[in-house]
């Protein structure tokens, strides 16, 4: 039974830099009027109330978007992706906080074109309820109760070849990084040109490694291979930064989120 709940983390700085990732990838597929498929293996609620209970007993927002939103306001030119995070953000919240938050599959959801095709797997049967209906106006989105894994495997290679995934796994149990390693290596057999994003957190017994291990073992070249991490400095316990691999990254979008990070980190 699955107990990890997304709502206790919301727009903490892991959800920073993953959904500016994802923002800018989507930036770049937008490019070409030709349609593409986005398939989002673990996708949540879709939007999170910052003000429940839920979130309100670690407060992990306070340090992460709800930090940054307050000097973004002050700042005219932003430029992309961190513009496009912030209009979206003004257009779920009327006032100066962040109380409503959007999750991966409702940031792409609102993203990507009527044309597009979005696919989103929550298997929390608390959480399915939430992205299911955080989705229902999104004609270009699919809400699945289902292992994103599997769907992940059934979906490849997609019929819109144009493309990418977002693996954004809870890592519950220790052999989820090397699960999520095989899901992408058996993804990345069938769907070769595909963007895979895959996220992980960075701890102290670095479990990490055993995702980047296999990955790296692909044998992909530089540029078709980026990690991207963000470490918080002095943290006495829990999360000591936030990580996310890319394969296939789109030209140029390693050193724009470069850029970014500096702005953070
Ligand atoms: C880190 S959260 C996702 C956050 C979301 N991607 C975002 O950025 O807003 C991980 C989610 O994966 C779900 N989950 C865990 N195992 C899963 C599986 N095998 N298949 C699909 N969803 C799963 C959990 O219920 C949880 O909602």
New binding site residues.
């Given amino acids: 039974m699955?107990s990890?709940?997304?709502i206790y983390h919301a727009g903490n700085m892991a959800?920073v830099q993953?959904?500016l990732w994802l923002i800018a990838v989507l930036d770049y597929l937008k490019q070409k009027d030709k349609p593409f498929t986005w398939i989002?293996?673990?996708?949540?609620?879709g939007l999170y109330d910052l003000t429940s209970t839920e979130a309100q007993k670690i407060k992990e927002h306070e340090t992460g978007i709800s930090k940054y939103f307050k000097t973004w306001q002050a700042t005219s030119d932003l430029g992309a992706p961190l513009s496009h995070y912030y209009d979206l953000l003004k257009t779920l919240n009327s006032g100066n906080e962040v109380t409503t938050y959007p999750?991966?599959?409702y940031i792409a959801a609102t993203l990507m074109r009527n044309t597009d095709k979005l696919f989103a797997?929550?298997?929390?049967k608390g959480?399915y309820p939430y992205l299911e209906s955080a989705l229902k106006n999104h004609i270009n989105a699919t809400t699945r109760f289902e292992?994103?894994?599997t769907g992940l495997k059934s979906l490849t290679p997609p019929i819109l070849r144009r493309g990418g995934v977002?693996i954004?796994?809870?890592y519950e149990l220790k052999d989820d990084y090397t699960k999520t390693a095989q899901a992408v290596i058996d993804a990345h057999q069938k769907w070769p040109q595909g963007i895979y994003m895959i996220w992980y957190p960075i701890l102290d017994k670095k479990l990490h490694q055993n995702l980047l291990t296999p990955l790296k073992d692909m044998g992909l070249s530089k540029e078709n291979f980026t990690i991207d991490e963000w470490h918080f400095g002095e943290v006495e316990k829990g999360m000591k930064g936030t990580g996310m691999i890319i394969i296939n990254p789109p030209y140029g979008i390693s050193n724009l989120m470069s850029e970014i990070k500096s702005k953070f980190i």
């Fill in positions: 699955l990890y709940q997304h959800d993953k959904h989002d293996t673990h996708a949540g609620r999750g991966s599959a797997f929550d298997l929390h959480e292992d994103g894994f977002l954004d796994p809870s």
